[in-house]
């Protein structure tokens, strides 16, 4: 008989690399982010508000529902999250991106790859 695997089980034998990966995707693509990052735009675009007087918004309603000190902890660990993510963009960027795209241009120029160009004789 086929035995399978709990969650647990297949969580445990993930490859290493997917592990990581999938945790970095979990850091870039949460939903809380998109909401921060919406809200963020909403205040600074329609409210007419600098970053630093949405965060103080943001400080003062939520010390309304989770008092003063648990929210100066929350907007700490928030603005360190996000700059953690601005961080690993921009690395991702330097590591990954720019290289491919010099890779693409390169061969692009060699002639392997890509579209070529007509040439009128």
């Known amino acids: 008989s086929i035995q399978t695997l709990t969650k647990e089980e297949m969580l445990r034998k993930r490859p290493i690399l997917l ?5 970095m995707s979990k ?6 982010a998109n909401r921060r990052k919406s809200a963020m735009n ?15 918004f943001g400080l003062r309603s ?4 989770m008092g003063l ?7 700490a660990s928030i ?3 996000d700059a953690l993510r601005a961080v690993l963009k921009n690395v991702l960027k330097v590591v990954l991106i720019y290289p491919l795209t010099l890779v693409r241009k390169l061969l692009s120029i060699v002639g392997i790859g890509g579209k070529k160009k007509m040439s009128a004789e």
Request: hydrophobic share 40%.
């Open 19 to 23: 592990k990581v990966l999938l945790s």
């Open 27 to 32: 850091l870039f693509f949460s939903e809380q």
């Open 42 to 56: 909403i205040l600074r675009q329609k409210r007419n508000m600098t970053r630093i007087q949405a965060i103080q």
């Open 62 to 65: 939520r010390s309304q529902s």
């Open 69 to 75: 000190l648990k929210s100066m902890g929350k907007t």
């Open 79 to 81: 603005l360190g999250i």
